[in-house]
Structures are given as C-alpha cells and as structure tokens.
C-alpha cells in the first residue's frame, strides 16, 4: 500500500470546518484514498473513500487534488464527538487486499 | 452500514490461559476478515489475514501457534490467544469483507484482553 502522511495532531472549534490533510504522494492509479477513524477505544470506523473526483457523504466530504497525491478530509460542522484519530488510508479495492494503518491525526475539538 | 460485533468487549485472565475472542458479521457474509492489535497510544498492526475454509495468512513477527485464528464460516472467525502472557495484554480488533461489499472495511467494537 501507498505511504501516506498525516500531521499527528489538529485542534478544531466546535461548529467549525475541521480539514484534515493527507500525502500520498506514490499512489498507484488503482489506489483509492479512504479515510477512517477511531474513537477512544473503539474499533475504527469508515468515513469516506474515493478514487480520483470529490466526494462527499452524510458524514463528511473528500477532497482529492487532481495529481491524486494529496486529499483533505472535511467535516463541514465539526462537534465535541468528532474527536478521534483520522486515518488516511491508500489501498486498491479489491476484496483481498489488507488494510495497513499509519499513525493518524488526533483531531481534537474544543468547546 | 454493515455490523460487526465482536465478543467479549473485556476479558481479563491469568497467566498462562488461552483465550479466545470471537468476530461476527451480523448482517452479510464475510469472506475475509482480518485481525489487529493495538497497544495504548499505538496505531493497529495488522495481526493476519483469515479467509473462510482456509488457513490464516500471518503478518510477519505475528506467532501463528500462538494466536490461532479460525474461520470456519462466513460469519464467524474466531481468535485464540494460546498461554497469554502481560504482554500479550492489548486491544484486539477484528474487521470483515462481505462478497457483496467492495472496498470499505467494517471493524468490531474491539476486545481488550487484560493478562494478571
């Protein structure tokens, strides 16, 4: 799978638009970008994954720059229960193929 | 979206007993699933792979006669931790494919196993 980079922590205000940026830099064109998260002791939940146009879900949107080596995770409105760890993920989409976790960014938001 | 449940959610045992945590789709069959671990402040490492009617594929460094996984029908794998250890204390994680779902992964609630 493709390495992706994520800054390791972000703060965000309740109400606001939380953007949260991820390198992918060596993704192959059968790669998706998909995006999960984890609360606090909880098993890792699915947001959002997309190939190459924007997407967007009743959780959040998924912007992918045209070269396809960067995306930024958006949560438009942003509460005290979006506080995770937000993994950016590059995988093809085939049935067998593993998902590997990097560190994530520990989004954080204040009241 | 899809369920997976995972039991128990917390265990905690003694040195030197096995336990075993079981991964269930509720509602689609899971060709394959997959098993994590995750340490405190740790991002999840890949344990092995477990596909239906066949053998585990194991993550390399992961000792597959000690974490024996079993998944012996479409909605069901299970994980045994064989003569737990403290280190083996740790949030286990399992997650599931159905032949119907492509792309997203659906993961359990997580099992934290505990060693004394």
């Known amino acids: 799978d493709a390495k992706t980079t994520q800054p390791p922590s972000m703060d965000c205000a309740e109400g606001r638009a939380a953007n949260l940026p991820c390198n992918h830099s060596?993704?192959?064109?059968?790669?998706?970008v998909y995006w999960y998260r984890q609360i606090h002791s909880q098993g890792p939940q699915y947001i959002i994954h997309?190939?190459?146009n924007n997407e967007t879900n009743e959780m959040a949107s998924l912007i992918i720059t045209e070269d396809r080596k960067s995306s930024t995770l958006i949560l438009p409105h942003a509460t005290l229960r979006d506080t995770a760890v937000y993994y950016c993920?590059?995988?093809?989409?085939?049935?067998?193929?593993?998902?590997?976790f990097g560190e994530g960014t520990q989004l954080t938001v204040n009241p | 979206g899809a369920v997976v449940s995972q039991h128990p959610s917390r265990v905690i045992c003694k040195s030197g007993t096995s336990v075993k945590i079981e991964c269930r789709s509720l509602?689609?069959?899971?060709?394959?699933m997959f098993w994590y671990r995750q340490f405190p402040k740790q991002s999840l490492m890949l344990m092995a792979t477990s596909n239906e009617g066949s053998k585990a594929t194991y993550e390399q460094g992961v000792e597959k006669d000690k974490f024996l996984i079993n998944h012996a029908s479409l909605t069901l794998s299970t994980l045994t931790v064989t003569s737990a250890h403290p280190e083996d204390s740790s949030f286990y994680i399992c997650?599931?494919?159905?032949?119907?779902?492509?792309?997203?992964?659906?993961f359990g609630e997580g099992s934290r196993l505990t060693v004394l």
């Open positions: 997650s599931a494919r159905g032949t119907g779902i492509t792309g997203e992964l659906f």
């Open positions: 060596t993704i192959s064109g059968n790669e998706y």
């Open positions: 509602d689609f069959q899971a060709t394959t």
């Open positions: 993920i590059v995988r093809p989409r085939d049935s067998g193929s593993r998902l590997t």
């Open positions: 997309g190939l190459k």
